[in-house]
């Protein structure tokens, strides 16, 4: 059976943030459940969108929807355990792009897990998706895009 693999060129990431596996992060194994890393995710993109001035809805209702993610796990984390969650943004495309992210154990430097979360813009108002904003896009000039 295939397996996902994620690979993402180092110089895309431009942002990260350290996140505490807290103790209800964990599961039945006794490490970090797929659900808290999909939230632990969700959190560092709000806070890398956020950093770059990015709000989640504008005031034309325009906003970011997530339209998939998928995640790889190389190691376990467990509770307290400090992770640093690199992002970046690749792949560009006239209505989104993608969301990278490699979340790494400083304690021990091991690779946790890499993700990419896919994303367009939405306008909630008119609930249909619209082209990427020319601020959003003039924020990430480096990043590549596909046609």
């Known amino acids: 059976m295939a397996r996902l693999s994620l690979n993402f060129p180092e110089d895309q990431y431009c942002y990260s943030t350290h996140l505490t596996v807290r103790v209800t992060d964990i599961n039945g194994a006794n490490h970090l459940g797929n659900d808290s890393m999909i939230s632990m995710i969700s959190e560092a993109r709000a806070r890398f969108l956020f950093e770059f001035g990015v709000s989640e809805t504008a005031e034309d209702g325009t906003g970011i929807i997530v339209t998939d993610l998928a ?70 000039p480096k990043v590549n895009w596909l046609e």
């Open 71 to 140: 995640t790889t796990y190389r190691a376990e984390a467990h509770a307290r355990d400090q992770l640093l969650f690199e992002v970046g943004v690749m792949d560009f495309n006239k209505y989104g792009g993608d969301i990278t992210f490699r979340i790494t154990r400083p304690a021990d430097g091991r690779l946790v897990a890499m993700a990419k979360s896919g994303f367009v813009f939405f306008n909630y108002r008119a609930s249909c998706v619209v082209a990427m904003p020319d601020g959003f896009r003039n924020t990430f």
